[in-house]
């Protein structure tokens, strides 16, 4: 750990790092030239598949894995997509490479094309990523001008076209069905799996859809091997059949009642405490945490208690939590209000749910309004176990919904119940001292205000 | 009386440059919007019509897309800032509830409304990916990082 340096944000801070010139001066584009000349599609798969690397958009599927899915000699067009959607709350590792090394991510991008055969990549990006926008528009074209991308590059047989493509901020546009369908200018509603994408995807094409971070980790790889990768990170659990490991660096965000918020880069496996303390210089104003997202608000609640759980793709899992996901660790000091927190969690996933299932268009704003009531001094105990049963019933786990937006929302709202549930029931009892045991349906009427 | 067309040669230049980038027409309906937001800062529902001619769509296939994306105004055009403060829960933490009800009573708005003399439309956001900056705003294209009420107030002064 002592010995790390960090490789993916190497450059971020250098003058002009986001300039074709400095990115050739650090080496840049020396392993797309090698590519190119070396190497055949399959072997570069390979690669990436014996590296172990796994997607760093949240699910963590292995990287190489998904892309053997797409069909043999396939005539094409194969079609890849750059998810670059980033917005999940706490997250904002992607927006940090494409503002400040967009050549890194669009030469991994160019080496993920090759090796899954795809000749046109379609970058979909946020709106609310303004700079984000200009500096990777400004590479690409960069990339035209100095023939690293277009027709027959370097005088190789393949060509390679990217196009950048504007979000109009849409949350759901992040699930990688979601996104395909925006790209095809429709509602994102998400797509009924299978057929998955890597046999029909974009434009009813087989499709691969990578994060951002994922393609930036391909670049390493092809830069500095296998072994170096697999010598980062944690191992597979001997216990666990079915973890495939979690190898390579990561890029950490570290966000709320913190001294020094950012994003940090260090091996896979970091614990909470280690980020908050060697990184984020502790909890801000001196005060203790009181708990702390682990990777992004989808992924649940640790308490403070529970700060020693290592940041890899089987960590959080262990401590009740739905996984790593973007590991965008938000802290909280010991005066938040966990009924504050669990609000604003069932807001956010209210708003974005896409309103193709009802269970998570119910469920998400059923749990708002009751939260609200909660808040505002008109809760009851049973609201909690009705809140629970939402957190139990929405998503794909138990099979009720096309997407994981909804067990992203229920996971806060169980972890929260469940560590936190004596401050929920304190708050409502104090509250609503005349009414908080009651358990008789409320009137209709009396939500009125509250749509 | 036919509506007034909206889209002028330009607009629909810039549109038609984005056909050859998607195997699908339809693929260009968010370009387009983009396109005419950009330019009138708002879509009305005559865009909506003439961008379904251009793309051979019909302008019910547009609009459904459009009313999707909470991004696109139709009834008016937003203000000359459209200013949006994120209430996500990094934000949050630091005091983003606050400062949004900060905002909306010094311009008198409230999120989602535009000032009467069309400087500002007050906007909330989902997190805006810039949590280390928190609280954060998005004004147009620029990122105002972590914003005190006053800095905020500043903010508003300086705007034209």
Known sequence: MADFEPVLLAQVGKAESYTLRAYEQSGGYQSWKKVLKEKTPKEVTEIV??????????????????WTFLPQNHPGPIYFCLNADESEPGT????????????????GLMISCYATNATAAYYYMRCEYPLAWERMQAAVDECYAAGHLGKNICGSPYSLDIFLHKGAGAYICGEETGLIESLEGKRAWPRIKPPFP??????????????????????QILDRGVDWFKSIGVPPDPANPRDAGSYGPKLYCLSGHINQPGCYEAPLGLTVTELIDRFGGGVWKNRQAKAAIPGGISMGLLTADEFHCPLDFNGPGKFGCLGLGTAAVVVMDEQTSMVDFLLNSCRFFSHESCGQCTPCRE??????KMMLRIKTGRGRLADLNLLAEIGDT???????????????????????????RPELEAYIKKTNPNGWGETKPVPAMDLVGIH | MPNQRILTDEMKDAIKAFFPRYPSRQAVTLPALHIVNERLRYVPRQAVVEIAELLGLAPAQVQDTLTFYGYFKQDRPAGRCRLWVCRSISCALRGADE??????HALGVAPGQTTPDGRVTLEHAECLGACEHAPCMLADRQLVKSVSQRQADEFLKALP
Do not use: Y
């Open chain 1, 92 to 107: 904002f590792n992607n927006r940090v490479l494409m503002e400040e090394d967009p050549h890194q991510v669009i030469e």
């Open chain 1, 49 to 66: 598949k014996a590296s172990g690397l796994r997607g760093r958009g949240g699910a963590g599927f292995p990287t190489g894995l998904k």
């Open chain 1, 198 to 219: 890597a046999v029909e995807g974009a434009f009813r094409k087989p499709t691969v859809v990578n994060n951002v971070e994922t393609v930036a980790c391909v670049k």
């Open chain 1, 394 to 420: 929405i998503g794909i786990m138990p099979g009720t919904t096309i997407c994981g937006l909804a067990d992203g929302a229920a996971w806060p709202i169980k972890n929260c119940i469940k560590k936190f």
């Open chain 1, 363 to 368: 469920g998400t704003s059923w749990a708002t």
């Open chain 2, 99 to 104: 400062l949004l009800n900060h905002l909306s």
